[in-house]
Structure formats: C-alpha cells, structure tokens
C-alpha cells in the first residue's frame, strides 16, 4: 500500500522488471505527478539486453516488415566500441525505440559522424513523437562528443519529418535498392565561436574614427587565449568573451583610477593586440591607427619609428578570480605568443593587476612570475590596486627589424598549422583551455616561440580564443582571401574530440600561410603540418576526407577587413 492509502501493484513478474528501482513518486502516493509523467524516456543502452532488444526492433523492421535486408541488417559499426545506442524505452522500462551514431569509418575519429538504425516498434508509433525525440537526442549527443559533421542517409518518406527538424537534404542517395536523401545536420558551433568572440570587432572600431591622439578612449574586448572564464552562450565550450565597455567599466580592465577615465591606448586589432593610436596616420585614419598599413588587426602593434612590437591582452575577471596562478601564467604566455607571430623577441612586460586583497594579487602575481621565468622575460614594471574586483592586463615589447603581418597571405599558399600537442587539458577548462606550457624548459619555450622569425612566412597568427578554425579566419581575411581547411590533416592530441581541438584555446599554435613547398617552421617539440590553403571568396570551409566541404565560417570573422 502507498502512503496515500492505495494499493500498489503486485510484485514484478520479471527478473528485469525486480532490478528496476522504486519510483519515490509512486511511493509518496504522488500520483497526480505520475500522470503527468512522459510516456517514454531516451538514455543510452546501457547492457547487453538494451543492446538486444534494439537490435530485436531493427530486426523487425527493416527485415520482416520492410524487407530491407535479408536475415538481418548488422554491419561493421554495431562492432565499433565507439558507436553510440540511444533507445527509448516506455514506462514499464520496454525498449521501444532506439537509434545509433558514431564515427562513419574504422578510422580515426576526425569529428565525422553519422546517425542510423532509427526505430520505432510498431505499437508505440503515433502522436508520442518517439522517433523525432531519438533523432534530437542523437543530434545532442553528436555535438556534446565534439562532432562536426553529422549526416544520415534517410528514407526519402522520412525526409520531411527531418527536414522539420531542422536537417538540411543534400542529395539523393540508395540503401538497400530503397531511395534514400543523404542529410546533415547544421552543427554551428565553429560560428557560434566566432561570433560571441570576434564578430563585434568591426563595429566596435568605428568609435576610433577621429584624430590619431583624440578619439574616445576605450577600453577592448578581452580578446586573448585563456582570457575567458567559461563557454560562450550557445558556442559549444567555446572561451567566452571578456568585457566590452567603456573605461567606466574600471572592475573589467586595467587603469583602476577610481572611476576615471583609462588613457586613450586601445587593446585593439583583431587578436586583442594594442593598436597604437598614431602608427604615423593622417588625422581622421581609423584603420593606420590600427597597427599601421600593412597590420591592421594584427597580433601586435609596430611602434612607428622604431623596431618595437607592443602587445597587450586582458584576462577575464572571472578567471583572474577563480584560478588566479593559471591567470597569472596565461597572461605571459599570450602576449609572449603574440610577439612570435610577428617574428619578435620579447624584452620586457608591464603588468596591471587589481584583486580585493593582497594575498589573491600574491596569487597572481606567482603565476606571472613562474611564466616570466620560463619564458626567460623579465617584468619591467606595472601597476596595482588593491580593494578592488579581479582584474589582470599585461603589454608586453618585443623587437624586429621585419614583422611578419598576419595579413600577408595570398590565394593558393598553403596553410600550416604548427602546434604543441603535449599536456592535457587545464583542470576546470576541459575541452576549451589546453596547457601545453607549464611542464616546458625555458630552451624549449624559446624554440616554438622563435619559430615563426626563423622561418618567415607570408603570414602568422598566433591560435587566439576563436579557435583554430576562427583564426584562420581571421588571417584570412586580413589576407583578403577564404580558406579551407583539410580536418583529417590537423595535427592534434590523440584523444582530443575535434570539435574541442578546433575551438579550445591550444597553449601554443602558430597558423602560417606561404607558398606551396615552404620549409615548416623550425619550433622544435612542436607538431606541424600543412593542412589547407588560401583561396578566393571569404569564409572558411572544412573539408573532408570524401571531398565534401561544410561552413565553418561563413563570411568575415571580425569585419575589419584586409589589413
């Protein structure tokens, strides 16, 4: 008897049916809540028998009642570990329905999946929406596992109910002497990335039209690397944006001046790098204050007039909060980063930093000075305010006689992406932030991050919190042209999901763009390898090991333009 007086049912009939737990509802007698209950549940099949029964339903139907296959209708990917059974089961805990994803080969898994097997036994069919609840439990699944490209190949009668799920057809296809439609599902999260990271760039620098020393004195987008504190909405993991405001903003930037106005030095360009206001403009020239012809939006800022690169990069308050040491080192490394996309070699770093108390700038400030350490640059100097919310900026100075711009490539060069693949992910930020950094030496350091000034290629860029995708992007168009991107050619930590690799913060990744058959950047542990190239039109599209190319990138990644 439940506590409200009514009977319960009699014991289970079944083995499996005595495994299954209680129902507290039922048990506190709540049963106006069990009937409003939903008639079925999706989870995966998590034992031999869920696995069976499934397997029992596509017997059923693509056998027996469709006549699709003969015998049975199981292939290589029921025996792939990797594939994924989602099954519907109803409320006595009755698989009714089930459907399976994973990788489309035995091969590497390079983010390419593919759903199948979708059923529905036939008593459970009707106004319940089973089988349009699998389909979007798989397509969550998909992306969650870090997936790019996600198709099925449908029987054409089932093409409108895909299509009203949001599936996009892309062309005719036979399975079993049945027309089928070959669809995919749009996964956005590349452009989703791009667009909370990057997008407002454009519009954002309007505001600097006026005199090279005059304008309104703003503060940038945190715009750098680890300068995140957590997934952007709707961006799959992707770092989220730092602050974007005016220097009232004090609590979001560096310049805590109890309110006042910060001075009028924009953490500009693309990739957060400082855009000097003068850079030898005419009055009036937005895009020369901006780095100086030939670098706008670049990763640093030649200071016109002589041999130095300036760099700056905000960390996001929330990070400099919660994990300040890592804030701590994250700040060298992104302006150390920075300067060797450009070919420079650091020389110094000015720090502004702000916390409520001294013991967390302590914090902080350890990190700093292990990543100054190791990456063998010293602190010149830099500003602290106590009582106030985390906050941590760095500028770092390098110097070369011939910046490499990141807008110096051309339709038709080849695009190499030279990485470090050892470390893990950051504890906290797994999937967005991985340390390639902190178990380095310092001779190792100086290997990857001269790399670029030893090789010179037409154009650099350092990965930057639009991913790798994002930022070939951006070097894209700064260069004035599109790219591609080969993923199964992507140097990549073994058992990082794509999805992750492509959109994470990497620690230390170099994009370059020259022509076909220049010598590979010289960085030592790091991993290289070509993997796309420049061409006409804009965007960037991944292309495939079928030859299919997918939107990563649609259009320009920050309206900037070329630099």
């Known amino acids: 008897m439940y506590l409200d007086g009514s009977a319960a049912p009699a014991p289970p009939a079944s083995d499996r049916q005595a495994e299954r737990p209680a129902d507290i509802l039922a048990l506190l007698g709540d049963l106006s809540t069990l009937a409003r209950q939903p008639v079925f549940r999706i989870e995966e099949a998590s034992s031999p028998g869920e696995l069976s029964d499934y397997r029992r339903l596509r017997r059923d139907t693509f056998v027996h009642e469709q006549g699709l296959f003969s015998g049975h209708d199981l292939d290589d990917r029921d025996a792939d570990a990797r594939t994924v059974v989602l099954v519907a089961k109803d409320g006595d805990g009755t698989v009714v329905g089930g459907v399976r994803l994973g990788p489309v080969d035995g091969g590497p898994d390079i983010g390419w999946w593919q759903g199948g097997r979708l ?20 397509c969550a699944r998909a992306e969650a596992e870090g997936v790019l490209r996600f198709d099925a190949t449908v029987q054409t009668r089932n093409e409108a109910l895909f299509q009203r799920l949001g599936w996009r057809s892309v062309r005719a296809a036979t399975v079993a002497r049945a027309p089928h439609t070959l669809m995919r599902w749009p996964i956005g999260r590349i452009a989703a990335q791009v667009a909370a990271t990057k997008s407002a760039l454009g519009p954002l620098l309007v505001a600097l039209r006026g005199p090279a020393f005059g304008g309104p004195a703003l503060h940038g987008p945190a715009l750098r690397g680890p300068a995140f504190g957590g997934p952007a909405a709707g961006a799959g993991g992707a770092p989220a944006t730092g602050a974007v405001g005016t220097t009232g903003a004090a609590a979001d930037g560096a310049g805590w001046t109890g309110g006042a106005p910060a001075p009028a030095t924009r953490a500009g360009g693309a990739d957060g790098a400082p855009a000097t206001r003068a850079g030898g403009a005419s009055r009036g020239d937005a895009r020369t204050a901006l780095g100086g012809a030939g670098f706008v ?23 400099v909060e919660r994990d300040p040491e890592w804030a701590g080192w994250c700040s060298v490394l992104v302006n150390v980063n920075d300067l060797a996309a450009m070919g420079a070699v650091p020389v110094g770093l000015l720090d502004a930093v702000g916390a409520k108390d001294a013991a967390h700038i302590g914090r902080i400030l350890a990190g700093l000075g292990r990543a100054a350490e190791a990456y063998g640059v010293p602190v010149l100097g830099g500003h602290t ?25 051309r339709s038709g060069h080849a695009v190499r992406l030279t990485a470090d693949l050892r470390g893990g992910w950051r504890a906290g930020y797994r999937g967005r932030q991985w340390d390639s950094s902190t ?41 004035g042209c599109g790219a591609v991107l080969d993923v199964a050619a992507v140097p990549r930590p073994p058992d990082t999901a794509m999805g992750d690799w492509l959109t994470c913060f990497p620690g230390f990744a170099m994009l370059t763009a020259d022509g076909p058959g220049a010598a590979p950047l010289p960085a030592g542990p790091a991993t290289g390898a070509v993997c796309g190239e420049l061409t006409a039109g804009q965007g960037v599209g991944l292309r495939w090991p079928d030859g299919e190319i997918t939107d990563a990138v649609a259009g320009p990644v920050t309206g900037m333009g070329t630099a």
């Open 385 to 409: 305010q106590l009582g106030v919310p985390a906050a941590l900026s760095v500028t770092a100075l390098g110097r070369t006689d011939r910046p490499v711009p990141g807008g110096g490539g």
């Open 297 to 319: 939006g670049d990763d640093g800022a030649p200071v016109p007039g002589t041999d130095m690169i300036a760099a700056c990069d905000a960390i996001v308050p929330s990070m």
């Open 119 to 138: 059923v529905v036994a036939r008593r459970a069919r009707g106004p319940h929406g089973i089988g349009a609840a699998l389909v979007r439990a798989a």
């Open 439 to 479: 178990h380095r030496r310092t001779d190792e350091l100086r290997t990857m991050t001269g790399a670029v000034a030893a090789a010179r290629p037409a154009a650099a860029k350092d990965v930057s919190m639009a991913g790798i995708a994002g930022t070939l992007g951006m070097l894209a168009e700064a260069s």
